[in-house]
């Protein structure tokens, strides 16, 4: 795990390079999972949707409400399917951002 200082030079970085929202503080109550797909019919991303549904009603349900972040990199043929799926959701404690890492 990376310590405080880490988290915050490296969030800092993604803002920078990525249009990143501000909520992303490397706080006790925040979370950045990080990855990868070729967005192609092999690799279910309905399963990280369903996986992000899930994570928004249990954080619903809790005390603190911990913001997470979800980077998806990657290319393919079915982003445009899912970010549409993505875009119509309303959560109010998980984001997904996608972006092309170089």
Not at 26 to 45: C, Q, Y
Request: with cysteine.
């Amino acid at each position: 795990p990376l310590n405080y200082k880490e988290q915050k030079l490296i969030l800092e970085k993604l803002r920078a390079d990525y249009d990143l929202p501000h909520s992303t503080e490397p706080e006790k109550s925040h979370g950045i999972l990080v990855s990868s797909t070729s967005w192609t019919p092999d690799e279910d991303f309905g399963i990280l949707i369903e996986a992000i549904d899930r994570c928004e009603e249990k954080i619903g349900r809790m005390k603190q409400k911990p913001k997470l972040l979800f980077l998806i990199t990657g290319k393919g043929p079915e982003k445009e399917k899912y970010l549409k799926i993505i875009d119509k959701k309303t959560w109010k404690h998980c984001q997904v951002r996608t972006l092309w890492l170089t």
